[in-house]
């Protein structure tokens, strides 16, 4: 994913750095190294690390003034600007529809596979003001979830 990552960004005239982390101590050092090189915000994607400790994630981001964009919910809520996440009623609801078409008489193999078309857009106004980023109206009315 890193290769795709890397050029779409340059398609749209951003340089991106990808940091890995093995273990949750380096994520304070990594942050202070990304201010140290001028990094104007974060998009920290799913992984055990993050999934455990979406807040700590979100404090650093925030206390080094990075806006920042997370794929869980409890990012925004915990501080974090944005969080795009995939609704997981909808995706509960599908292995019942997969069930239901089994149990009519379609074949597994004659199921089509989905992609989720439901996400999440989580917005976090505190956040937001507290960077000095505005935030327009035209991204506010996607926002499933506003935090205020």
Known sequence: MRKPAVDGS?????ELEIIELKDL?????AFDRLRSRGVEGVAITSDPLFNSN???FAELALRHK???VGDDRTFAKAGGLFARSANDLAIASRPARFVDQILKGVAPGDIAAELSDQDQLTINL??????GVNI?????????DVIE
């Open 10 to 14: 340059h398609t749209i005239g951003i």
């Open 25 to 29: 101590a380096e994520v304070a050092a």
């Open 126 to 131: 505190k956040t937001a003001k507290e960077l």
């Open 136 to 144: 327009p109206s035209t991204v506010l009315v996607l926002a499933t």
């Open 66 to 68: 990075f806006p920042s």
């Open 54 to 56: 979406p807040a700590l």
